[in-house]
């Protein structure tokens, strides 16, 4: 599946590298260019890691990511059509998005519901700093939920989880 690089693409990915080794030995010492330079070394890196990967004939993180996010898919943990017809009817009606981001978090089990203790709003937490406005209304719909809050319209599996947070600081508790 994954072709073997050809020698021009892992030439033209070394001079990226090194340019920017050259660029990044020429910066002075101010805090803009520290900056830029912690960023360049973090591309080098980057291509540092993806050339070798190439090298080696294994896929790169980005394929990788690629193929786990298709391996849940093939293995049939995609939402159903009626599922699907359902939230686009409900996007149509309502004029907002519809979001898949948590559909396979929550099958990897890193997100999960959270039901504050004072007001009972139910929202989607992936960390303390990371989740979602309150749900205004919760739909099932064979093996998801459709989850619809001010903004936009979530899809999830009912597998996803469900624990007690407290606001403001959106810790979790054993639900």
Sequence with gaps: MIKKPNSEIIKT????????????????DNDEEKE????????????????????????????ERINEINSLFDSNNAPTVETLNRATRLSIEQTKPISLEYFIKALKDTVFIGVDTENNEKRIVESVNKFTEPFIKIYKSNEEFILVNHKTIYITPT??????ITPPSIKAKKY
Excluded: H, W
């Design 36 to 63: 830029d330079i912690i960023n360049l070394k973090t591309r080098i890196e980057s291509l540092e890691d993806t050339v070798s990967r190439l090298k080696e004939g294994k896929p790169t993180l980005e394929q």
């Design 13 to 28: 990915l070394k001079k990226i590298a090194n340019s920017y080794k050259k660029r990044d030995s020429q910066e002075e």
């Design 159 to 164: 597998s996803i989880k469900a624990k007690k």
